[in-house]
C-alpha cells in the first residue's frame, strides 16, 4: 500500500522559511516524480512543484507564485521527498499535500500538513 | 497558463440522482484531465484520468468523457458516500503549469 507522510508544518512569521518532508512508502520511491500540491484555508487545489525520477534528471519545475522562493529536493536513499519554503508570505498559508505523479495526474496523495504564515 | 472552469460551483442532490459536472479548458488539452474526490478535512482522491479511464478502485457509477475543451464527470446513481468536492485538472502543459478547476461541492438537498 502506497503511503505518504507529511511532516515538518507549523506557524512561522512573515519572512522566514520553513522545510517540509514527505516520507514514502509502499512502492519503489526512486522510480517517481513527486508533487507537491496546496490547499489555502476554504479554497481549491493548486499546484507548487515537481521534481523528476533521477532517471530523468531529477530536475524541478514550480509554479510561478513560488518560484525562486520554494525548492524541492528529494533523497531516495531514505524515501523522503522535501519542500523548502524561503521568504514565506501569508498567502502561503495552506495545507501542503506531498504526491505520487502519475503521467501528468496526482495518483496518491498525502494527508497533508498545514502551514500557517502570520505575524 | 491553461485556465479550467469548472461548473457548477456547488449542488443539491438525492440520494439515487443522476450527477453532472463540468470542466471547461480555456484551450484544447486532449484527453489530459483528471478527475479528483475531496471530502471533508481529508486528502483528494484520484478518480479518473486520461478524461474517461476509471482508477483502480474507484465505483464504475463514476464517469467521464469529453476530449479537446470540455468535459463530464457524472455519477450515475449518487450514493452517500458521494456528497463531496469534486475536482478537475489539465496535464496537457505536463510538468509545467498543471492546473485544476475550482471544484464544485455535491450536497444533500
Known amino acids: 500500500e502506497v503511503q505518504l507522510v507529511e511532516s515538518g508544518g507549523g506557524l512561522v512569521q512573515p519572512g522566514r522559511s520553513l522545510r517540509l518532508s514527505c516520507t514514502a512508502s509502499?512502492?519503489?520511491?526512486?522510480?517517481?516524480?513527486m508533487s507537491w500540491v496546496r490547499q489555502a484555508p476554504g479554497k481549491g487545489l493548486e499546484w507548487v512543484g515537481f521534481?523528476?525520477?533521477?532517471?530523468?534528471?531529477?530536475?524541478?519545475e514550480y509554479a510561478a507564485s513560488v518560484k525562486g522562493r520554494f525548492t524541492i529536493s528529494r533523497d531516495d536513499s531514505k524515501s523522503i521527498a522535501y519542500l523548502q519554503m524561503n521568504s514565506l508570505k501569508t498567502e502561503d498559508t495552506a495545507v501542503y499535500y506531498c504526491t505520487r505523479q502519475g503521467e501528468g495526474w496526482f495518483e496518491d496523495w498525502g494527508q497533508g500538513t498545514l502551514v500557517t504564515v502570520s505575524s | 497558463a491553461i485556465r479550467i472552469t469548472q461548473s457548477p460551483s456547488s449542488l443539491s442532490a438525492s440520494t439515487g440522482d443522476r450527477v453532472t459536472i463540468t470542466c471547461r479548458a480555456s484551450q484544447g488539452i486532449s484527453s489530459y484531465l483528471a478527475w479528483y474526490q475531496q471530502k471533508p478535512g481529508k486528502a483528494p482522491k484520484l478518480l479518473i484520468y486520461a478524461a474517461s479511464t476509471l482508477q483502480s478502485g474507484v465505483p464504475s457509477r463514476f464517469s467521464g468523457s469529453g476530449s479537446g475543451t470540455d468535459f463530464t464527470l457524472t455519477i450515475s446513481c449518487l450514493q452517500s458516500e458521494d456528497f463531496a468536492t469534486y475536482y478537475c485538472q489539465q496535464y496537457y502543459s505536463y510538468p509545467w503549469g498543471l492546473t485544476f478547476g475550482g471544484g464544485t461541492k455535491v450536497e444533500i438537498k
Open positions: 521534481i523528476r525520477s533521477k532517471a530523468y534528471g531529477g530536475t524541478t
Open positions: 509502499g512502492f519503489t520511491f526512486g522510480d517517481y516524480a
